[in-house]
């Protein structure tokens, strides 16, 4: 008796391993007993979507937890990063002045010379006296190469730090402190990531136990602006104000903050950067520093948008190649849209500024300023005193609630659940259609291949032999 052939998509449907398909393909099934296996597996099919569904969405969107750990406190706690810039320096920008000019020259001079080694942001006597619209500019104008005045004015790291202390120990600064490439000139900073390099010494700053809260004592000379900082942060022009002392000479000032920090599970590494919301130092696209940083990648922002408005950027910026930095026509570029340029925005604000869709560093700390207090002092420097205001009682705890494995797991028992199969039911898929597919009708034309050739054979054996 001759089998009937059966379609490959019911014979599929009769050998699968999903539950319940193989009662609705069945002949000897009553239709009513077909339509009830159909609202099942319906049914099934649809309660899996939306677990699935909803696994995926947790494990995009909540794949990351942050709690504040109280429960162990034998933690060691890093002194922040300090950032010292120079602000001003009357007496090199005169003696500067004095070797390129002559004496006398236009003092007005003096003041371009300081708004370009200083930038804040504008260059509004440069442009004034020298700009490009300006007619009547002094031929001792530099229209091009501005960081010349930034080399030889800004003092070295010896001629700002007098004494440094830890702990009532003192340490050689400017082997410590060590220079940072800023977008208002060189700094010098001890206790930063930007600066770290395996040549350059570090030295270890921390408080737990058997320390107690540590304090930096520092004495600096001149006029500076001084950035407590996490380590992977840069001081830039939107730096907090909360975050930067303002330092005179014949002030003394104390400090005193305190600090959380962050740690990571191991896991959290290997949670999408997009899912867990933050970067590591080492996941870094920028061009301006080494290691990421909020900061620094706000930077990075800065330099872009200069380049897209202006077709330049601003001769300080890090990393900055001589045929990228702007000349005199630039800046003027740079001054007329400061607004959009310097001032930072958040994605919905209509006011005029810079949006940067920057991530924050997965290992960045809460600063936060207790008190201050400052006193006038007879010595020509200042007095710097950075105290830890306690030992840190908690600090926060980054960890993986659902992972890759979480989503494994939550995929294959909703499918197991309703559908009852395996990962292998998916793969019957792919061999029941094209791999035994193909093989059937490969086989069915090797078949028909053997019967032509036994029909030819029988035909010649009828033929008449000719001798």
Known sequence: MEQKEVSPLRYYIL???FHGFRFIAEEDRHWT?????????????????????????????????FVVETSYLEWDTNFPSIA????????????????VFGDPHDYNMDEIVKEQVYFRGVSFYTLQLCGPEEKSASDDCFLKNFSYFSDKVRSNCSQILKTCKWNNKEFDCCTYFHHI??????????????????????????SNKNTG???????????????ILGEQEVPSMTTLASEVLQILPHIQYHRYFGIKEIENQPDVKYVGIEQRKCRFIQESDLDVYRYYSHSACCVQCRKNAQIQKCGCAHYLMPNTRPDQQCNITGLDCLSINYNDLAVL??????????????????????????????????????????????????????????????LVVSMGGATALFLGASILSFVEIIYYFPVRLLTDISRKRGKDRKKTKSEVESNNDY?????
């Open 463 to 467: 033929l008449p032999r000719i001798d």
């Open 213 to 227: 809260p540590g304090t930096l004592h520092l004495e600096i000379y001149g006029y500076a602006n001084l950035y």
């Open 345 to 406: 925005k958040p994605s919905w604000a209509n006011r005029p500024g810079l949006y940067c869709d920057c991530l924050p560093s997965c290992t960045e700390i809460e600063l936060s300023i207790v008190r201050d207090f400052k006193k006038g002092i007879a010595e020509e420097y200042a007095i710097v005193k950075l105290s830890l205001e306690h030992l840190p009682t908690e600090r926060f705890k980054r960890n993986v609630v659902r992972g890759k494995l979480d």
């Open 15 to 17: 050998n699968t391993s």
């Open 84 to 99: 010292i810039c120079e602000t001003d320096n009357q007496k090199n920008i005169a003696e500067v002045t004095d070797k």
């Open 33 to 65: 007993e077909r339509v009830f296996w159909i609202i099942c597996c319906t049914i099934s099919w649809v309660a899996t979507g939306m677990l699935i569904h909803s696994a995926w969405n947790d494990f995009q969107n909540n794949s990351i937890s």
């Open 181 to 206: 490439d800023t977008e208002m000139g060189r700094c010098y900073g001890i206790n930063s990531m930007q600066s770290r390099e395996k040549s350059r010494p570090f030295f270890k700053m921390v």
